[in-house]
T-cell receptor, first 111, second 115 residues
Framework: RKEVEQDPGPFNVPEGATVAFNCTYS??????FFWYRQDCRKEPKLLMS???SGNEDGRFTAQLNRASQYISLLIRDSKLSDSATYLC????????????FGTGTSLTVIP | EADIYQTPRYLVIGTGKKITLECSQT?????MYWYQQDPGMELHLIHY???????EKGDLSSESTVSRIRTEHFPLTLESARPSHTSQYLC??????????????FGSGTQLSVL
Protein backbone atom coordinates (compact mmCIF):
# COMPACT_ATOMS: atom_id res chain seq x y z
CA ARG A 1 0.00 0.00 0.00
CA LYS A 2 1.30 3.47 -0.87
CA GLU A 3 2.25 5.81 1.94
CA VAL A 4 0.16 8.63 0.52
CA GLU A 5 -2.78 8.26 -1.86
CA GLN A 6 -4.55 10.95 -3.81
CA ASP A 7 -7.18 10.99 -6.51
CA PRO A 8 -5.14 11.99 -9.59
CA GLY A 9 -8.09 13.78 -11.20
CA PRO A 10 -8.08 15.67 -13.46
CA PHE A 11 -10.43 18.17 -11.88
CA ASN A 12 -11.72 20.65 -14.45
CA VAL A 13 -13.69 23.44 -12.79
CA PRO A 14 -14.99 26.84 -13.90
CA GLU A 15 -13.56 30.05 -12.55
CA GLY A 16 -15.11 30.96 -9.23
CA ALA A 17 -15.94 27.39 -8.28
CA THR A 18 -15.05 25.73 -5.01
CA VAL A 19 -13.04 22.52 -5.30
CA ALA A 20 -11.85 20.05 -2.69
CA PHE A 21 -9.02 17.53 -2.82
CA ASN A 22 -8.57 14.59 -0.50
CA CYS A 23 -5.58 12.60 0.55
CA THR A 24 -5.09 9.56 2.79
CA TYR A 25 -1.91 8.37 4.45
CA SER A 26 -1.21 4.83 5.57
CA UNK A 27 1.10 5.23 8.55
CA UNK A 28 -0.38 6.48 11.81
CA UNK A 29 3.11 7.60 12.94
CA UNK A 30 3.04 10.43 10.38
CA UNK A 31 3.58 13.73 12.16
CA UNK A 32 3.65 16.63 9.73
CA PHE A 33 1.41 17.28 6.77
CA PHE A 34 1.66 19.65 3.85
CA TRP A 35 0.12 20.63 0.55
CA TYR A 36 2.55 21.53 -2.23
CA ARG A 37 1.71 23.01 -5.59
CA GLN A 38 3.58 21.89 -8.71
CA ASP A 39 3.24 23.58 -12.08
CA CYS A 40 3.99 21.62 -15.24
CA ARG A 41 7.71 20.75 -15.46
CA LYS A 42 8.49 22.93 -12.43
CA GLU A 43 9.55 22.15 -8.90
CA PRO A 44 7.02 21.64 -6.09
CA LYS A 45 6.43 24.72 -3.95
CA LEU A 46 4.99 24.75 -0.44
CA LEU A 47 1.39 25.89 -0.46
CA MET A 48 0.61 25.37 3.20
CA SER A 49 1.24 23.21 6.22
CA UNK A 50 -1.74 21.33 7.66
CA UNK A 51 -2.39 21.63 11.37
CA UNK A 52 -4.56 19.42 13.57
CA SER A 53 -7.05 22.20 14.21
CA GLY A 54 -7.35 23.02 10.51
CA ASN A 55 -5.97 26.20 9.00
CA GLU A 56 -6.80 28.75 6.38
CA ASP A 57 -4.68 30.93 4.09
CA GLY A 58 -6.81 33.24 2.01
CA ARG A 59 -8.90 31.13 -0.35
CA PHE A 60 -7.23 27.90 0.79
CA THR A 61 -8.36 25.79 3.74
CA ALA A 62 -6.60 22.65 4.92
CA GLN A 63 -8.00 20.06 7.30
CA LEU A 64 -6.47 17.05 9.05
CA ASN A 65 -8.33 14.08 10.51
CA ARG A 66 -5.80 11.95 12.37
CA ALA A 67 -8.34 9.29 13.33
CA SER A 68 -9.20 8.64 9.68
CA GLN A 69 -5.66 9.45 8.43
CA TYR A 70 -7.13 11.91 6.00
CA ILE A 71 -6.09 15.36 4.77
CA SER A 72 -8.09 17.76 2.65
CA LEU A 73 -7.55 20.98 0.73
CA LEU A 74 -10.40 23.31 -0.16
CA ILE A 75 -9.96 26.06 -2.73
CA ARG A 76 -12.66 28.70 -2.85
CA ASP A 77 -13.32 31.15 -5.70
CA SER A 78 -10.96 29.30 -8.09
CA LYS A 79 -8.71 31.44 -10.28
CA LEU A 80 -7.16 30.51 -13.62
CA SER A 81 -3.78 30.78 -11.87
CA ASP A 82 -4.76 27.95 -9.50
CA SER A 83 -4.35 25.46 -12.37
CA ALA A 84 -1.58 23.11 -11.24
CA THR A 85 -0.96 19.74 -9.64
CA TYR A 86 -1.46 19.65 -5.85
CA LEU A 87 0.77 17.25 -3.94
CA CYS A 88 -0.11 15.84 -0.54
CA UNK A 89 3.06 15.33 1.53
CA UNK A 90 3.55 13.71 4.93
CA UNK A 91 6.58 13.44 7.16
CA UNK A 92 7.33 11.04 10.00
CA UNK A 93 10.08 10.84 12.54
CA UNK A 94 10.50 7.06 12.74
CA UNK A 95 12.06 6.96 9.28
CA UNK A 96 14.52 9.79 9.93
CA UNK A 97 12.00 12.53 9.19
CA UNK A 98 11.46 11.32 5.64
CA UNK A 99 8.91 12.98 3.39
CA UNK A 100 6.37 10.89 1.50
CA PHE A 101 4.60 12.26 -1.55
CA GLY A 102 1.32 11.51 -3.24
CA THR A 103 1.21 11.39 -7.04
CA GLY A 104 -0.71 14.67 -7.03
CA THR A 105 -4.15 15.86 -8.08
CA SER A 106 -4.37 17.79 -11.32
CA LEU A 107 -6.56 20.92 -11.35
CA THR A 108 -7.52 22.95 -14.41
CA VAL A 109 -9.58 26.08 -13.88
CA ILE A 110 -11.55 26.95 -17.01
CA PRO A 111 -12.53 30.51 -17.99
CA GLU B 1 11.58 32.31 -2.60
CA ALA B 2 13.87 29.48 -1.50
CA ASP B 3 17.58 29.91 -2.16
CA ILE B 4 18.42 26.54 -3.61
CA TYR B 5 20.02 26.23 -7.02
CA GLN B 6 20.50 23.38 -9.44
CA THR B 7 22.67 23.18 -12.55
CA PRO B 8 22.39 22.36 -15.32
CA ARG B 9 18.69 23.02 -15.92
CA TYR B 10 18.68 20.66 -18.91
CA LEU B 11 21.22 17.98 -19.88
CA VAL B 12 21.28 15.71 -22.92
CA ILE B 13 24.04 13.13 -22.82
CA GLY B 14 25.06 9.83 -24.38
CA THR B 15 24.93 6.41 -22.77
CA GLY B 16 27.92 5.50 -20.63
CA LYS B 17 28.96 9.04 -19.75
CA LYS B 18 29.70 10.10 -16.18
CA ILE B 19 27.62 13.08 -15.06
CA THR B 20 27.38 15.22 -11.96
CA LEU B 21 24.28 17.21 -11.13
CA GLU B 22 25.00 20.22 -8.95
CA CYS B 23 22.90 21.51 -6.06
CA SER B 24 23.66 24.39 -3.71
CA GLN B 25 21.63 26.16 -1.04
CA THR B 26 22.39 29.37 0.81
CA UNK B 27 19.91 28.92 3.65
CA UNK B 28 22.29 27.02 5.93
CA UNK B 29 19.95 24.03 5.99
CA UNK B 30 21.27 20.83 7.52
CA UNK B 31 19.26 18.29 5.55
CA MET B 32 19.46 17.94 1.79
CA TYR B 33 17.78 15.48 -0.55
CA TRP B 34 17.78 14.25 -4.12
CA TYR B 35 14.51 13.09 -5.66
CA GLN B 36 13.67 11.65 -9.05
CA GLN B 37 10.33 12.39 -10.67
CA ASP B 38 8.84 11.09 -13.91
CA PRO B 39 5.85 12.89 -15.50
CA GLY B 40 2.63 12.29 -13.59
CA MET B 41 4.39 10.20 -10.96
CA GLU B 42 5.32 10.74 -7.35
CA LEU B 43 8.76 11.81 -6.19
CA HIS B 44 11.16 9.01 -5.29
CA LEU B 45 13.99 9.59 -2.83
CA ILE B 46 17.45 8.83 -4.21
CA HIS B 47 19.80 10.07 -1.47
CA TYR B 48 19.70 12.38 1.54
CA UNK B 49 22.07 13.93 4.02
CA UNK B 50 21.68 15.09 7.62
CA UNK B 51 24.70 17.38 7.38
CA UNK B 52 28.39 17.55 6.47
CA UNK B 53 29.95 14.10 5.93
CA UNK B 54 26.54 12.42 6.28
CA UNK B 55 24.97 10.61 3.32
CA GLU B 56 22.14 8.06 3.31
CA LYS B 57 20.56 5.97 0.58
CA GLY B 58 16.95 6.31 -0.44
CA ASP B 59 14.80 4.01 -2.55
CA LEU B 60 16.59 4.52 -5.88
CA SER B 61 20.18 4.97 -4.81
CA SER B 62 21.93 1.97 -6.32
CA GLU B 63 23.12 3.64 -9.49
CA SER B 64 24.28 6.99 -8.13
CA THR B 65 26.45 8.52 -5.42
CA VAL B 66 26.43 11.77 -3.46
CA SER B 67 28.85 13.69 -1.28
CA ARG B 68 28.40 16.35 1.40
CA ILE B 69 31.72 18.04 2.03
CA ARG B 70 30.18 21.46 2.66
CA THR B 71 26.82 22.34 4.18
CA GLU B 72 25.70 24.25 1.12
CA HIS B 73 26.69 21.74 -1.58
CA PHE B 74 25.21 18.30 -2.35
CA PRO B 75 26.18 17.00 -5.82
CA LEU B 76 24.75 13.81 -7.34
CA THR B 77 26.91 11.66 -9.62
CA LEU B 78 25.87 8.99 -12.11
CA GLU B 79 28.98 6.96 -12.98
CA SER B 80 27.55 5.57 -16.23
CA ALA B 81 24.41 7.16 -17.60
CA ARG B 82 21.76 4.92 -19.18
CA PRO B 83 18.51 5.73 -21.02
CA SER B 84 16.61 4.50 -17.94
CA HIS B 85 18.10 7.46 -16.05
CA THR B 86 16.13 9.87 -18.21
CA SER B 87 14.01 11.81 -15.72
CA GLN B 88 13.69 15.03 -13.74
CA TYR B 89 16.04 15.28 -10.76
CA LEU B 90 15.00 17.56 -7.92
CA CYS B 91 17.26 18.71 -5.11
CA UNK B 92 15.68 19.87 -1.84
CA UNK B 93 16.72 21.09 1.57
CA UNK B 94 15.14 21.52 4.99
CA UNK B 95 16.14 22.93 8.34
CA UNK B 96 16.46 19.85 10.53
CA UNK B 97 14.63 20.54 13.74
CA UNK B 98 13.81 16.92 14.53
CA UNK B 99 10.24 17.94 15.22
CA UNK B 100 7.05 18.64 13.33
CA UNK B 101 6.67 21.04 10.43
CA UNK B 102 10.11 20.59 8.94
CA UNK B 103 9.41 22.25 5.60
CA UNK B 104 11.01 21.14 2.35
CA UNK B 105 12.28 23.60 -0.27
CA PHE B 106 13.11 22.54 -3.83
CA GLY B 107 15.49 23.67 -6.50
CA SER B 108 14.18 24.17 -10.03
CA GLY B 109 15.34 20.72 -11.11
CA THR B 110 17.56 19.16 -13.77
CA GLN B 111 15.83 17.51 -16.72
CA LEU B 112 18.17 14.72 -17.82
CA SER B 113 17.87 12.93 -21.15
CA VAL B 114 20.21 10.00 -21.86
CA LEU B 115 20.37 8.93 -25.49
Amino acid sequence: RKEVEQDPGPFNVPEGATVAFNCTYSNSASQSFFWYRQDCRKEPKLLMSVYSSGNEDGRFTAQLNRASQYISLLIRDSKLSDSATYLCVVNRENTGNQFYFGTGTSLTVIP
Amino acid sequence: EADIYQTPRYLVIGTGKKITLECSQTMGHDKMYWYQQDPGMELHLIHYSYGVNSTEKGDLSSESTVSRIRTEHFPLTLESARPSHTSQYLCASSEFKGTVNEKLFFGSGTQLSVL
